[in-house]
């Protein structure tokens, strides 16, 4: 099935510090999918997603969501279409779980209490991310990993209403980077489910096998610049591609019909 691209980059370059992080970098991204963005530390992706969500504009190049070019877009309206789960999340003191979750409704809001549909979106969110028991506790009793899931669930509660005709956009950097073993894979599964349902997920990861196992195209990023453009990760996690980028001799298995990395001799 050939999917009509629903984010679109082209050639983008963004330099910071005199340093070039992101150098002519292109990409499709479509609904149904799940994008992994991988690479050593200091390869350009957290950089590269910050260019993807409009943080920050880059020096050159472009960004599309739908048919709409990213900075074209009002910031209300960009948030309609796209959410995105930072590496550096916000500690609150004082709110409630669900107080952060319904943060996600407020582009959809005209001002005021939040309203029952925001609620229920809130709600609704919270249990994709097994977190319902956790709605009414202090966000400041949770460990790092409940507080990375509530994030996620504030960002799936943004994109509960998109536009019609613009497949929402979520943008997930290191998402599993605090979470434990079974977490990392839920999360993973949830985003694959997101993804078959309609939404359009790219997501920053340094576990390279978690990669293989989630991800239906993977974009290798080395020294701000793609290695090659997107691919199904059976054919880019190869050894001799990825060992002298990392600078380390890898083995490779199959584990049901994916590629499993781990160093080797």
């Not at 950097?173 to 079974?182: F, I, K, M, V, Y």
């Not at 054919?235 to 781990?262: D, K, N, W």
């Amino acid at each position: 099935m050939v999917r009509r691209a629903a984010l679109r980059a082209d050639k983008l370059s963004l330099t910071l510090g005199g340093q070039s992080v992101v150098d002519h970098v292109s990409l499709t991204a479509s609904a149904g999918e799940v994008l992994a963005v991988i690479g050593p530390n200091g390869a350009g992706k957290s950089s590269l997603l910050s260019l993807l969500s409009g943080e920050r504009r880059p020096d050159a190049g472009q960004v599309w969501i739908g048919d709409a070019e990213l900075n074209s877009l009002s910031s209300l309206a960009l948030a309609r279409r796209r959410a995105v789960l930072p590496q550096t999340l916000p500690r609150a003191v004082g709110f409630s779980v669900l107080d952060i979750v319904q943060l996600g409704r407020l582009p959809h809001q005209s001002g005021g209490a939040p309203t029952p549909e925001d609620r229920r979106a809130a709600q609704q969110a919270l249990a994709q991310v097994g977190m319902s028991a956790f709605a009414h506790r202090r966000v400041e009793t949770l460990s790092g990993g409940e507080h990375q899931r509530i994030h996620l669930a504030r960002a799936l509660a943004q994109l509960s209403d998109p536009p019609p005709g613009s497949p929402p956009v979520l943008l997930l950097d290191e998402p599993t980077s605090a979470l434990d073993l079974g977490a990392q894979h839920q999360t993973l599964e949830l985003a694959a489910r997101l993804a078959h349902d309609g939404l359009v997920v790219i997501v920053v990861l340094h576990d390279l096998n978690l990669a293989a196992r989630y991800a239906d195209r993977v974009l290798l990023m080395h020294r701000g610049r793609a290695v090659a453009p997107p691919t199904p990760p059976d054919a880019l996690l190869q050894p001799a591609i990825l060992g002298p980028i990392y600078g380390l001799t890898l083995a490779r298995h199959e584990l049901g019909g994916r590629p499993v990395l781990f160093p080797g001799d």
